[in-house]
C-alpha cells in the first residue's frame, strides 16, 4: 500500500479526501492485524471512475498513488497529465475491456483486471509484444454465475488460467470478481480465494466500498474503494 500523507485535502463540496483515506487504511490495519497479516500486503486501488480531476488531484496531493478506472475513453481524458506530473502512478483497469481498445489498454493501464475471454487474452498479448509493455493480468471470475455481468464462469476458470498463462504466454498474477449485489460478498470472496490457491496465483482484487473489510479478512491482496473516499459519484 502506498503510503498516505497525513495532510487535510479539502475538495469545495466537503469531501476530506485525505481524512477518508486514512479512515479506510485505519481498518485495512486493524483487519490485518486481526487475521495476522501485515497491513502493507493489501493495496488500497482508489476508484476514480466520475470523478472530477479535483478529487484525484487531492488523493495525489494526499500520497496515494494506485487508482482503478471502467473506461477507456475516460481514462484517456484524465490520466495522461496526472501521469506525466505523478510517474509513479499505478492505474489499473476494473471495467470491461472490449477487444478493440486493446491497444487503448495496454498503451494507458498498468494492471489489467477484467481478462475474461480467449479473444481478449490474444489481442492483449498481441498488443503487449507490439508495445513492449507487458503488463500483468488478473482473470475476472463470474463467482456468481450472473447472465449479465462480465467473467469467466466458474466451470472454465482453470482451463483458462492456463491458457492465457501457459499458451498464450500472459503474466496472470491474480483474480478479480464482483459478488452479486443480493448474496452475501464473503461466499464469493472465499471461493475466488479457493481458485486463486489451486491454480497458484498470489493476487486477489475483491471487495469494494461496502463489502472491503469482509475481503481483507478473506485474503484479499487488492480492494477497489471509491465512494468511501470520493464520495458520491457525481454522475455515471
Known amino acids: 500500500m502506498s503510503e498516505l500523507l497525513m495532510t487535510d485535502s479539502q ?10 483515506f486514512r479512515e479506510v487504511h485505519n481498518k485495512i490495519i486493524t483487519i490485518s492485524k486481526r487475521t495476522d497479516r501485515e497491513g502493507g500486503e493489501v493495496t488500497l486501488v482508489a476508484v476514480s471512475k466520475v ?15 494506485v487508482f482503478g478506472e471502467n473506461r477507456i475513453q475516460e481514462a484517456q481524458s484524465k490520466w495522461p497529465a496526472l501521469k506525466a506530473l505523478y510517474p509513479d502512478v499505478t492505474l489499473h483497469l476494473i471495467g470491461p475491456l472490449q477487444t478493440n481498445k486493446a491497444k487503448d489498454a495496454v498503451a494507458l493501464f498498468d494492471v489489467i483486471e477484467t481478462l475474461d475471454r480467449p479473444k481478449l487474452a490474444e489481442a492483449l498479448k498481441q498488443e503487449m509484444d507490439r508495445q513492449d509493455l507487458h503488463r500483468p493480468c488478473y482473470i475476472q471470475v463470474n463467482t456468481g454465475e450472473e447472465s449479465q455481468k462480465a467473467g469467466v464462469a466458474l466451470a ?3 482451463f483458462f488460467v492456463a491458457k492465457c498463462r501457459d499458451d498464450i ?3 496472470i498474477v491474480g483474480l478479480m470478481c464482483i459478488p452479486p449485489a443480493d448474496e452475501e460478498a ?19 482484487s475483491m471487495g ?7 475481503a481483507v479478512e478473506l485474503g484479499a491482496t487488492h480492494v477497489r474503494v471509491g465512494t468511501a473516499i470520493f464520495g458520491a459519484r457525481e454522475h455515471g
Open 11 to 20: 475538495i469545495n463540496d466537503g469531501t476530506d479526501i485525505a481524512g477518508n
Open 51 to 65: 470523478q472530477p480531476v479535483a478529487k484525484i488531484e487531492a488523493a495525489l496531493t494526499a500520497g496515494h498513488r
Open 156 to 158: 472454465d476458470v482453470d
Open 169 to 171: 504466454g500472459l503474466n
Open 186 to 204: 464473503a461466499l464469493h470472496f472465499a471461493l475466488l480465494r479457493d481458485i486463486a490457491r489451486r491454480n497458484g496465483l498470489e493476487f486477489l
Open 208 to 214: 469494494m466500498s461496502g463489502d472491503f473489510e469482509a
